[in-house]
C-alpha cells in the first residue's frame, strides 16, 4: 500500500474518532438504542463533534477517489502522497479548530483540504506539468 493509501484510511478513522469520542467521554448519557437522539447533542461540544463527524462523512469519498483516480492514471506517487499526507495533517487541524469552535480558522483550513484534493483530483489531467 502507498502511502497515500494509508492517508485515506487515517481520514476514515479520523471521522469516526470525531463522533466515537464524544460518545466514549459521555457514555453514562449515551443510549446505545438511539445512538441519532437529538437530546444527547444539545451540549455544544457534542453538537461541533457531530458536525465534523458529517463533514469527514461529506469529504470522505471525494478524498478517496481523488487518491485512487490519481494513483490509477499513474501520476507521480511522490506527489500524491505529499498531497494526501498535507491533506491529513489539515483534516486533523479542520476538527480540532471545529471542536475548539474557530470557525473562521475552521473554514480556513477546510478551503485548504478541499484545494488539496482538487490538486489530487487533477493530477492526472496535469501530469505531463509536473515532475517525475
Known amino acids: 500500500m502507498t502511502l497515500a493509501e494509508f492517508c485515506v484510511l ?3 478513522l479520523l471521522y469516526l474518532a470525531t463522533i466515537v469520542s464524544i460518545k466514549w ?3 453514562r448519557i ?5 445512538p441519532r437522539d437529538p437530546a444527547f447533542f444539545e451540549d ?3 453538537q461541533r463533534a457531530l458536525g465534523a463527524h458529517q463533514n ?8 478517496a477517489f ?11 506517487q511522490r506527489l500524491i502522497d505529499e498531497l494526501a ?8 487541524a479542520y476538527v480540532l479548530t471545529y471542536l475548539g469552535n474557530r470557525p473562521t ?15 489530487i483530483f487533477f493530477m492526472p489531467a496535469l501530469k505531463r506539468f509536473l515532475p517525475v
Open 10 to 12: 487515517g481520514a476514515l
Open 25 to 27: 467521554t459521555r457514555f
Open 30 to 34: 449515551f443510549d446505545n438504542s438511539r
Open 44 to 46: 455544544a461540544l457534542a
Open 56 to 63: 469527514g462523512i461529506e469529504t470522505f469519498p471525494f478524498f
Open 66 to 76: 481523488a487518491v485512487l483516480l490519481a494513483e490509477f492514471r499513474d501520476s507521480p
Open 85 to 92: 499526507v498535507l491533506f491529513l495533517i489539515v483534516r486533523i
Open 105 to 119: 480558522l475552521r473554514s480556513i483550513l477546510w478551503s485548504i483540504g478541499f484545494a488539496l484534493n482538487l490538486g
